[in-house]
Every structure is written in C-alpha cells, then in structure tokens.
C-alpha cells in the first residue's frame, strides 16, 4: 500500500473523506474537492467531507469532468482511494447531461442519451405527464411552463437535466458599481465577492446564469447581489425574508450603485410597487385570503420583463414560490444563502429549480482572512428548580420544551452575563413572546417582535447603531438579515427546537468583523437534564461543522 505521508485526504469506502487540517497540502486539498464533495463538518484538525449525488451533479454542472474529480482525489489521498470510490463517482457523474434540454424554436426539446433509459422515463409517473410530442426516438417536445418541473421530476428520477435552453432577455437596466459610495467611503468588491458574482455569470453562458453562492452572514451576499446585477444590466426582482431585509438592500443599491431613487421600487404589505429593480417580501408573496384562493400577488412576477430574479435567504424559500420559480425557468436566477440546509430536506429542488451551487467558502476561511470576526460559542446549561422539574416530569411530552426553554432561572444568567459583557454591544433572541417580554422589563432594554410596526423597528435598530442603548431584545424576526454591524454579543434564551438553519443565522448577526479586532461572543441558554439539552446537540452541530469551538459551562 502506497503511503504518501504529506497528503492531507483519507478516502473511505462509504464516500466519506477525511481532511488532516494541519497536513502540509491541506489547503490545495481543499480547493481541489470543494467544487464537488460536501462539507459535512470542520472541526479543529479533521475536516469531514462527503461525496454525494447532488454534490457530484453539482461540480458537473459547473463543467467539471468526472476524471478531474478522481484525479484531485487520487492526487491528495494519503491512502490509495477505494476503487469502489473512484467507480460510483464514475456512475454518479455520468448521469449527469444523459438528459439535455434545449431550445426548439417556441417549444423544448428533451434528448435522452440511450433508448433504454427513454422507456425507463417514459414509465416516470412524474416524468411522464411533462413529455410532449416525441419526436425522434430519444427526443421529446416540452412545454415552456413545463421546464422547471420536468428538470424537478429528473432530478428525482436520478437523471439530472443539462439545461442548455439558455435565457430571455430582460428589459435592459443600466447599473454600475460606484467606487466612492454616496456616503463618501471607497468601495470595491472583495476578492471573494467578485469571484462569486463571475462564476454564477460565466461571461453570460448558457451554464452559467442560474445557481446558489453560499457565504457566511456578514460577509457581503448583497454585494456579491449588486455585482451579479451589475453583470446582467436587466431588470432585476429582488425577494427577501422581510421588510428589514427590503430596506437594506434599498439603502446599500442606493449607496454604492448609480441608480436613481425613482429605479428601486417596493412591493410589500406597507406599498405595492414595480420598477426597474423591485424588492418583495416572500410573505407578501404568498399571501392568500384563504386555503382555497388563488396568490393574489404572483402576478408580480410578470409584471416586468425580468432578467435576473435574486432569492435571498433561498434556504427559506416556501413551497408556493419552488411552484411559481418551476415556471420561471427563461429567468436568470441567483440564490444567495449563509447555508443550504434545509429541515425539509428540500435542497434537490434549490438545485433543480435555482441552479447548482456556484460558490462556497467555509466561514472559518474568511475569518482567518479577517473579513468575518472570530466568533467564541459557548453553552450555558442551567437547572431548573424542584418545582419547575416536577412540572416539566408531568407535562405532556409536546409541550415540555416550551417549559425547558421557559426556565425562570435564565434571566438570573442573562443578568450576569450583561454584567460580563459590559460595554458590549447585545443583542438577546428568543422564541416565546412571554419570555422575551419578562427579560425585557427585568433589563430595561427594547422588544422587538413580529408585531412591532416596520418604523418602530427601523427607529430602534437606528438607535442601537447610534449607542444609545447598549442591546436589544429581539424574537424570531432578529435571525435574519439585520443590519447592526456593532453587535458582538448574542444571548440566545430559547430557539426553534433543533434547528441548525436557525443556529447559522443567530451567529451571523454577531459576525461583521470588529474594529478593534475581539472575538464575538455567542451564548446559548439550555435547561440542564431536559428535552432542550437534546435539541441544543442537533443546532450545535452547525457551529461544531464549521470549525468553532463550543465551550459548555453547568449551573446546577
């Protein structure tokens, strides 16, 4: 057995790869397999890699040969590579481009590569009802408004679609970025930024325009946005998360790029209009007056002659708008995202329906490059008093993590820790609204939840910035897209069960990098020996994955 002892890759047979952190090659290893292994976990010294279906569908449509993938493989592996390795990367990649959609003057065609697999999908249940008129014996007519759901139904089917009917053409928009912003600071892209925004354009190619970039929060998706725009010069629709999230978008387009106010429109609960650039919220989106009506503001996505459609928060992407995105295949589409982690599991359709993912980057590298700040995580497990644990024993078992994450003793803690971490700026997130409202009064800091008026919020967050209070008490609405650049300090009380979605966003509000240069600091608040300390394991994978370290106090 050959033992090359620099080498940084251990490949195992059930398509796991090790990564020695400190081997000499660890780095090119790295950039070697990214493009097509996914990044399971990153602590300290050996980073988990796995080679999976989607991960090898996605390196191939991005143009990466299947000998490429092998030969980085074989190339970094300290061990010779299972040959069973090498063969399912073989399988797996050759699926890929099997099936091939392309233009066919007002209709699609659909190539299938053998006769063999024409009859297997021709028997599809779900691949069936899409194919047309077939017109050849490995070709098929498809509907235009059929495209996103025949590549859904492929990708199921374990065929993936090369999807090379290419893009209309949106109505044009003419949009540069500054390099002095209109608040008077030098702007450029970073190195990052711009070779995320170059390989979601590819030189406007048929296989570039449609895709995910995965970056950390903090580290500038809306800039990598404003660059892609920049790129395409089309109309552009913009959805979001929420209104917050619509304003900083306006705020930084109206900053660093050269359109005119009157360009950038709104539509949300609060205004209904269009312009060249429109923001909307996915809620706004899927508004319907009741189960059984129709979405009454989907016609927005035919209002204009869009040439590129930006998804922001995709991970969040609701079911009613995976539908509307199935018929909006002609479009450029762009989804940004600090992680691809779905609770329903739902990231084939991200790739089927948005594209592949175009651009990744592990957070822990952009911290060590200084454009995200040093994060410490560290839990805090609490006892509960007799009293509280006998009511958590006899609680039925659906409601016992609401008692868990109740726990009275946790606002003893949060005023400890305010003590701690005085002169810091905090922000403390919770779940339940009861909570939050008790944790507020007892600190005498703002509330902001669900039911705050867009303005009241915009005032306080305006006010935080300003250092006129030194945190902020925030519910479910403070996991995304705030823009608080001087908070380093995150108090988390209570969280959505076990969701690691939830745990990426919650440290990303802490993680724009810091003037002086100090660590963030994350907290998290768990009641010792209940059903929380179970799901707090599941939400802390997310933070052990990407390499932080997680430190666990006991307060008994």
């Known amino acids: 057995m050959t033992y090359i002892a620099e080498n940084a890759l251990i490949i195992q047979s059930d398509r796991s790869v090790l990564l020695e952190v400190h081997a000499p090659t660890a780095d090119a290893a790295r950039e070697a397999i990214s493009p097509f292994a996914e990044l399971v976990k990153s602590p300290e010294h050996i980073h988990t890699y796995q080679l999976t279906p989607l991960s090898i569908w996605n390196a191939r449509a991005a143009g990466m040969p299947i000998s490429e993938m092998i030969g980085a493989l074989k190339q970094h592996a300290k061990y010779p590579m299972p040959d069973a390795v090498a063969q399912e990367i073989e399988a797996l990649g050759q699926r890929y481009g099997l099936t091939v959609i392309e233009k066919d003057g007002l209709q699609l065609l659909l190539t299938i590569a053998t006769l063999p697999l024409v009859e297997l999908l021709r028997r599809d249940e779900q691949v069936s009802p899409l194919l047309g008129v077939q017109k050849s014996n490995r070709s098929f007519q498809v509907d235009y408004s059929h495209r996103g759901l025949l590549k859904q139904?492929?990708?199921?089917?374990?065929?993936?679609?090369?999807?090379?009917?290419?893009?209309?053409?949106?109505?044009?928009?003419?949009?540069?970025?500054?390099?002095?912003?209109?608040?008077?600071?030098?702007?450029?892209?970073?190195?990052?930024?711009?070779?995320?925004?170059?390989?979601?354009?590819?030189?406007?190619?048929?296989?570039?325009?449609?895709?995910?970039?995965?970056?950390?929060?903090?580290?500038?998706?809306?800039?990598?946005?404003?660059?892609?725009?920049?790129?395409?010069?089309?109309?552009?629709?913009?959805?979001?998360?929420?209104?917050?999230?619509?304003?900083?978008?306006?705020?930084?387009?109206?900053?660093?790029?050269?359109?005119?106010?009157?360009?950038?429109?709104?539509?949300?609960?609060?205004?209904?209009?269009?312009?060249?650039?429109?923001?909307?919220?996915?809620?706004?989106?899927?508004?319907?007056?009741?189960?059984?009506?129709?979405?009454?503001?989907?016609?927005?996505?035919?209002?204009?002659?869009?040439?590129?459609?930006?998804?922001?928060?995709?991970?969040?992407?609701?079911?009613?708008?995976?539908?509307?995105?199935?018929?909006?295949?002609?479009?450029?589409?762009?989804?940004?995202?600090?992680?691809?982690?779905?609770?329903?599991?739902?990231?084939?359709?991200?790739?089927?329906?948005?594209?592949?993912?175009?651009?990744?980057?592990?957070?822990?590298?952009?911290?060590g490059q200084g454009f995200i700040a040093t994060a410490e995580c560290t839990e805090i497990r609490i006892g509960q008093d007799p009293e509280r644990q006998m009511e958590y024993a006899l609680t039925p078992r659906r409601q016992q993590f609401r008692v868990a994450a109740e726990n009275p003793r946790k606002l003893k803690v949060i005023e400890e820790l305010l003590q701690q971490e005085s002169g810091h700026r905090i922000l403390i997130i919770g779940e339940y609204i009861s909570q939050l409202q008790a944790i507020a009064e007892l600190i005498d800091l703002p509330l902001i939840t669900g039911k705050t008026a867009q303005k009241e919020r915009e005032r306080l967050y305006g006010e935080f910035r300003q250092g006129k209070f030194q945190g902020l008490v925030l519910s479910r609405v403070g996991n995304f897209a705030l823009d608080l650049p001087d908070a380093d300090v995150l108090i988390q009380v209570s969280g959505k069960y076990g969701s690691r979605q939830e745990e990426a966003q919650r440290l990303g509000r802490i993680l724009r990098p810091k003037a002086d240069g100090h660590p963030a600091q994350f907290y998290s608040l768990v009641s010792l020996q209940t059903c929380e300390e179970d799901f707090a394991r599941h939400r802390q994978l997310f933070l052990t994955e990407q390499g932080y370290s997680y430190q666990i106090q006991i307060i008994d």
Not at 197 to 218: E, H, K, N, R, W
Not at 309 to 337: C, K, M, N
Request: net charge negative; charged share 20%.
């Open 153 to 367: 139904a492929l990708l199921t089917a374990g065929y993936p679609a090369e999807d090379l009917a290419g893009y209309v053409d949106g109505e044009a928009l003419s949009l540069q970025l500054l390099q002095q912003t209109r608040t008077g600071s030098s702007f450029h892209l970073r190195p990052y930024q711009q070779d995320a925004a170059d390989m979601f354009y590819q030189a406007g190619s048929t296989q570039g325009g449609s895709g995910v970039i995965v970056l950390p929060c903090g580290a500038g998706k809306t800039m990598v946005g404003m660059a892609v725009m920049a790129a395409v010069q089309e109309h552009t629709l913009i959805l979001t998360s929420n209104l917050t999230s619509v304003r900083q978008w306006q705020r930084e387009l109206l900053d660093k790029t050269n359109l005119p106010e009157d360009a950038i429109a709104e539509y949300s609960g609060e205004q209904k209009s269009t312009g060249p650039v429109t923001l909307a919220t996915y809620q706004i989106l899927t508004y319907r007056p009741s189960p059984e009506s129709e979405f009454p503001h989907f016609k927005l996505f035919n209002a204009h002659a869009w040439g590129l459609v930006i998804y922001d928060e995709v991970h969040l992407l609701p079911a009613p708008i995976f539908r509307v995105t199935a018929e909006l295949q002609a479009r450029r589409r762009l989804g940004l995202t600090a992680t691809l982690i779905r609770e329903d599991g739902r990231e084939g359709d991200v790739f089927a329906l948005i594209g592949p993912k175009r651009y990744d980057v592990p957070w822990r590298e952009l911290e």
